[in-house]
């Protein structure tokens, strides 16, 4: 599945997310072992309640795993504390929500500074990087505008570019093009993949869209909570 | 940026933050006023009670306060005079004798309380001589006729049915156990019928230490009066360690420990006015702490994005806690503005009270409030503690969510 000679960068073992219990338990996530190498441009695409949102969910620590491992960058981070896993997230993980989720008092550029404030980058180097990536992701002169003053399409490339802004390891999207049309859509999927090629950063998404899937290098199909397929695409 | 954050977000509902803030800032008004009313009243009452007769500071010799004997004497007050002169901050003593007495005129008595005093320092040191009803202030010397001066409470009048320049006869015991009697003229009549000297009978030292058969350096207690209250502790101290060396037996006292029961019934009323005022405060601040709790409650989605994105849950707390601390600080400010005004008048014009309360046997009629830091700064310290501690349980619980748990919110 895996070229033998390239470091996984996520690693999951028999991971399971349940809820309730007894006859009102739901298998959300059912034993997937799953490898993700750097620079990967993959895709999970299954139905609703397949459980993509679930595994995007514990991969990037936003929730813990009823049994198994996920591994990230070669940390355990099932076994982090909160601190630790705030933290790891800042520096290591890139979050796009399907619904932007930009901290709506602060501008565009603000919500961009802001994962670098938390990682106490200098300001002139936050200035920097803010100007650089919002020319990167088409956004030049509108670093002042706070959310409500941007399209759909505009807040998420914002929030493309605050994922891509501290240089993590991974960039996790769950349904990243879900609301925005399809010109705005594509537009930022091929910033994204841009961004992949240039930059060989790793992108996985969680996706209905059939315009992500048919950009996708790798489709990771879930069923029931379960990897049903794994597919690699030239 | 948490500054900035925290400042952007309490403006995001204007409506709601500016009710808010009128609400903190009536809070504090209401406490300041409160404050200002009561230390007012009692910096008054105090001012009124040591100044009346108590003194700031006694002496009084060993465990006279406490069981009062006619023989338990202040035996070196040529000593003590000395001693007292050379400390900066006493503004003015007199020394004083005390017995019970039973007096005579014509065919009534009455028992009375013998008071000698110095006609000159007493005058300096308490207002009795402001409170003469009829006649005049007491002289030193015997009149031509041989006879002391005495001034007369006015309920010891009215018994005795007696008046200016009658004669009253005192008949006590001596120090040495002999029995005192002898024979004054009413110099002048003091107080009420209803004041608290009523039954006391005023004469010159010099004619008080024979009568009670006491040395011309023996008495039974000094009044002092400082420049300043606030040093009371500092300087009893200071002069039981003086007098300590030079007379031992003599008792230093301050005025709470002198006027016990009104020191303590002062201090268990100001300890409940803080109760209700705290109460009340509590009221307001539930309105307070519902504006947080939705306030953090419809953020919820935004603050499981900000710790999805690296924000350490202290940090959540810190912004949520901070919104509400610049809450409290515009509140204050507006509150001060509001407040100066108030308690410049409550302290300068005040109002009186439709009927005198007596506290003590102190007739008091009219209500000042004071303006000190105290007044000002305590009901923000309050403001602030009150709005950290309903800030504080809402704030945790959005700092703690788990991030999934809260991005699936509404």
């Known amino acids: ?234 | 940026m948490l500054f900035k954050l925290a400042f952007r977000n309490i403006l995001r509902q204007r409506r709601r933050t500016i009710l808010t803030t009128i609400s903190m800032a009536g809070g504090y008004l209401l406490s300041a006023m409160s404050f200002s009313m009561i230390d007012g009243s009692y910096s008054n009452v105090i001012r009124i009670f040591t100044e009346d007769e108590t003194g700031h500071l006694q002496i009084h010799s060993k465990d006279y306060a406490d069981k009062p004997r006619i023989y338990k004497t202040i035996d070196t007050l040529n000593v003590l005079n000395e001693t007292l002169h050379a400390e900066n901050h006493i503004k003015s003593f007199t020394p004083r004798t005390f017995a019970p007495a039973l007096a005579y005129a014509e065919d009534n008595h009455a028992p009375v309380q013998v008071i000698g005093i110095d006609n000159e320092l007493e005058t300096d040191t308490s207002r009795l001589r402001e409170k003469l009803a009829s006649g005049q202030w007491l002289t030193a010397q015997p009149d031509s006729e041989g006879y002391f001066d005495a001034l007369i409470g006015q309920g010891a009048a009215t018994s005795l049915e007696i008046g200016v320049g009658d004669e009253i006869v005192l008949i006590s015991q001596g120090a040495d156990g002999s029995v005192a009697n002898d024979l004054f003229r009413v110099k002048g009549t003091v107080g009420t019928r209803r004041s608290q000297e009523r039954l006391n009978v005023y004469l010159p030292l010099q004619a008080a230490q024979p009568f009670l058969s006491l040395g011309p350096n023996q008495v039974h207690e000094i009044a002092i009066v400082l420049d300043d209250i606030s040093l009371t502790d500092n300087i009893a101290a200071a002069l039981t360690e003086t007098l300590g060396r030079l007379v031992p037996d003599l008792t230093v006292s301050t005025w709470p420990e002198i006027q016990k029961t009104f020191y303590q019934s002062m201090q268990a009323d100001k300890r409940s006015n803080a109760v209700t005022l705290g109460i009340i405060l509590f009221i307001v601040f539930v309105g307070v702490l519902n504006t947080v709790l939705m306030s953090v409650l419809e953020r919820t989605r935004e603050f499981g994005m900000m710790k999805a994105l690296g924000s350490r849950s202290s940090l959540v707390l810190t912004m949520i806690l901070l919104e509400t601390m610049l809450l409290a600080t515009a509140s204050i400010i507006l509150g001060i503005l509001i407040a100066i005004p108030v308690i410049l008048w409550l302290t300068h014009s005040g109002f009186s009270l439709p009927d005198p309360v007596d506290l003590g046997g102190v007739p008091f009629s009219h209500m000042k409030g004071e303006f000190s830091a105290r007044v000002m700064l305590l009901p923000a310290a309050i403001i602030y503690g009150y709005a950290l501690a309903v800030s504080f349980l809402p704030g945790l619980r959005a700092a703690r969510i788990l991030p999934v748990e809260a991005m699936q919110t509404h």
């Open chain 1, 1 to 234: 599945m895996n070229e033998p000679h390239r470091q996984p960068v996520i690693k999951t073992e028999h991971l399971c997310r349940h809820f309730g219990e007894g006859e009102t338990l739901v298998k959300a996530l059912d034993d997937v072992t799953l490898n993700i190498e750097r620079g990967e441009f993959s895709a999970l695409i299954g139905p609703s309640g397949s459980g993509k949102s679930t595994l995007l969910n514990l991969i990037g620590g936003l929730d813990n795993p009823t049994s198994g491992s996920v591994e990230l960058a070669g940390r355990r981070i099932d076994q982090m504390s909160g601190n630790e896993l705030s933290d790891f997230r800042r520096d290591h993980i890139g979050f796009i929500f399907q619904s932007y989720n930009l901290i709506p008092v602060l501008t565009a550029a603000e919500n961009i500074e802001y994962i670098m404030l938390l990682q106490g980058v200098p300001h002139a180097e936050r200035r920097r990087r803010v100007s650089d990536i919002l020319d990167r992701v088409g956004l030049a002169g509108l670093g002042e505008r706070l959310p409500p003053a941007l399209s759909g399409g505009q807040q998420q490339r914002v929030a493309v570019a605050r994922a891509m802004v501290s240089e993590p390891d991974i960039i996790l999207a769950d349904e990243p093009t879900a609301n925005l049309d399809s010109k705005s859509g594509i537009s930022l999927l091929e910033v994204m993949r841009e961004l992949n090629r240039d930059q060989g950063m790793t992108f996985v998404f969680s996706t209905h869209d059939q315009k992500i899937m048919e950009r996708a290098r790798r489709l990771i199909h879930l069923e029931d909570g379960r990897i049903v397929k794994d597919e690699q695409r030239v």
